[in-house]
């Protein structure tokens, strides 16, 4: 692997919100994020009984978009409790390099799987709204829940080498679902804007090299 010499310039803005300091891109995040669990909550409904877990599928939006949903906790999504919720909402970047596309894809994968191990987690889904902008959304039973990705390896690794090569900006939202699915009450707690400069070049003979050392 080959990196170049540029300066790589990663800005961060921590916000923490009340009522008052949602701004306009937050609440308009909260629409679609509030959309996506509408949807899983549709899904839930029409999930047959007995199913492996976790469930994976793709639903069919509007302009032929596709929204992924992984249920891993059904009965616990239908309790109505109330429920930690992530929102990533990102902006691709204009040009990235094959390699890179197929080390996130591999990296999406192994995510899928490896928190399942969280007994926390209770859904994720992605919905890409337009090209290069992407919506994901996680639901968790508590806080707890979401210190697990901070211990695990493949999830540090994607958030703080690989994004960078593959992401614009970011927008990080955390907040709270009061009766869960069963409402329609998004609490935005806070969001963190993460803003990529100058993106170093990344070469690689394979996009297995990439990460690899994630796992020694």
Known sequence: MRQSNQFHIQTVVDVEHSTISVSGKERSDLTIL?????????????????????????????????HRIVIYKPQELLQGSDLFFVGFVSRAQDQVGLSILQ??????????????????LLSYSSLEVH???????????????????????????AAH???????????????????????????????????????????SNSSEEIGDKVYE
């Open 34 to 66: 509030s959309y996506m669990v509408k949807r899983t909550y549709a899904r839930l409904l029409d999930l047959p009984s007995g199913i492996p877990l976790p469930m994976l599928d793709y639903v069919e939006e509007r302009r032929n978009r596709t």
């Open 103 to 120: 080390e996130l894809h591999r990296v999406d994968k192994l995510l899928v799987t490896e928190v399942a191990n969280n007994p926390g």
């Open 131 to 157: 090209r290069g902008r992407w919506y994901n959304l996680v639901l968790l039973r508590d806080y707890t829940a979401k210190q697990y990705f901070r211990n695990l390896s493949i999830h540090t690794y």
């Open 161 to 203: 080498q690989l994004a960078s090569y593959y992401y614009l900006w970011i927008r990080l939202h955390n907040g709270l679902m009061p009766g869960g699915l069963l409402s329609d009450e998004m609490i935005l707690q806070s969001t963190k804007y993460y803003t990529f400069h100058c993106p170093p070049m990344w070469e």
